[in-house]
């Protein structure tokens, strides 16, 4: 009996360091993820075509919260690490701009409110793509918010008027942004009752932003040509 208690004690103890080692790893990769895409981010900007600086300059930034906080151990440590890659993606942007010879703090998100606007919404996505591996309503909702935040920030950026919205963003960047959105909601669920919830969601919270940001603006314009 006193063996076999100590194995088990043992095998505790030993996934306990394996959990204890994975978000070491998760963390370190949050960190080192978020200087690559920041890097990457400003010394890409202004070289190549102008819609790759559409594309890169949110949605880079959106995937590198998602995948970080849908690896995460728990809603605590994707709230953690989503943080800390949010982060260490705007030092790293910061000191790449410097390099440039443009020393500010608004290269991500365009103003001092656009930085705060844009990291909260990458902690938040963080944690919602962690909620997004439960296998109930719960994770249908988290899903379906998740499409929903991108579709309105394409839709945001697509339409003239509207509070970022950039002429050359429409068409090809918007629809193949949105049509990602829509694929990441699909690929979230695993039943099709869960990805209609979903979708649901989606379309639900895009329809509510295009509606009450174009009465608070008092603009009614269709998309671009």
Known sequence: MEMDKTAIDYADFAEYDRRQRRIERHVLAAFLGGLVVGLTGMLLSG???AWLDRVYD???YFALALVVGASASGWGWALLT?????V???VAAMGASALRGRMTFD??????AGLNLMLGMLVGLGVLAYVTRRQDR???IAAGVVGGVLLADVVDRATPGFIDSEATFWPGPAL??????VGLVFALRRT?????RALAVTALLAGLFVIVLAESLGTWFPLVP
């Open 58 to 60: 949110p949605y880079a």
């Open 88 to 90: 260490s993606t705007l």
């Open 138 to 140: 719960w994770g249908d």
């Open 82 to 86: 989503t943080f800390l890659a949010a």
């Open 176 to 181: 193949f942004i949105g049509s990602l959105s």
């Open 192 to 196: 099709a009752g869960g990805r209609m």
């Open 107 to 112: 290269v991500i998100g365009g103003s001092a």
């Open 47 to 49: 070289i190549g075509p």
